[in-house]
């Protein structure tokens, strides 16, 4: 009778030991986002505005407008729901850029760093006379990013460039963008993808962002003085890559000292 029972044991632990390592890993976290599906600007779900115009009528896609008549950011309603619309063509001024951005608390970027990061992005490029820019960036000034990463130095980045040129083909459909990063020896490596393309490793440049936003992530017109961005963004995500169960270890290690335990008395 006893030697069933701990057959009968032995055999329960084994498939609880074996099923914990097979088991699928955790869902990832999102950190932070933005839906344009709610009809929202990002500035009304978390995220914060640098030279964003938002007054009167989206500015003609030729480059002509003020910033005292127009805008360079406005929510439109297309096939499949609302998008955001960046429209980098105002000509004022050398300085009139749309960008969105978020400030990554220290929390945010420790948990990054230790589960991985990963961005995604759903945007269509639209083909306008002055188009061929947009850009995203990680800013890495004073971030845990660049006190913990080897390869990050101060004031970094890395950039995603061509949202309304070469990054995908201005064909009047959505595209995805996806980067991830995670920490390898010691450095923080980043990569991305389009579509679910080939993986494209992303180096560590020099942060010329401005001030405001230099520590940020951020998303938008790559430069006022050289003016051309125009893009539709539907989403973001910012989220931690899938992760093990983090009870799994001890799951298994309890499992088993149960069964030695249950040996000795036996």
């Avoid at 608390?105 to 992005?121: E, S, Y």
Wanted: net charge negative; proline share 5%; hydrophobic share 40%.
């Amino acid at each position: 009778m006893m030697t069933t029972r701990v057959t009968l044991l032995h055999s329960t632990l084994c498939a609880l030991f074996l099923g914990a390592f097979v088991a699928p890993p955790a869902s990832a976290a999102v950190l932070f986002s933005y839906d344009a599906s709610t009809g929202q600007l990002p500035t009304e779900q978390g995220w914060l505005a640098y030279e964003v115009d938002v007054d009167g009528p989206l500015t003609a896609a030729n480059g002509s407008g003020t910033t005292a008549n127009n805008a360079n950011v406005a929510m439109e309603t297309l096939t499949g729901g609302p998008a955001l619309h960046l429209r980098d063509t105002l000509t004022d001024a050398a300085v009139d850029l749309p960008n969105y951005y978020y400030a990554w608390t220290p929390a945010q970027q420790q948990t990054l760093l230790t589960q991985g990061l990963k961005f995604t992005m759903v945007w269509q490029g639209l083909a306008t006379t002055s188009s061929g820019k947009g850009n995203l960036r990680f800013g890495f000034n004073g971030t845990e990013f660049e006190t913990q990463a080897a390869n990050i130095g101060a004031d970094q980045t890395v950039e995603v460039l061509g949202f309304s040129s070469t990054l995908a083909p201005i064909d009047g459909a959505f595209h995805t963008l996806v980067v991830t990063g995670q920490m390898n020896a010691g450095s923080f490596e980043f990569s991305y993808t389009v579509d679910g393309g080939a993986s494209v490793p992303l180096a560590i440049i020099a942060n010329p962002s401005p001030t405001q936003i230099e520590s940020a992530l951020y998303f938008g017109a790559q430069s006022g003085a050289n003016r051309g961005a125009d893009f539709y963004v539907r989403s973001v995500v910012v989220e931690t890559l899938n992760v093990p169960e983090p009870a799994t270890a001890s799951l298994c290690v309890i499992g088993l000292l149960t069964f030695a335990l249950y040996r000795k008395n036996g």
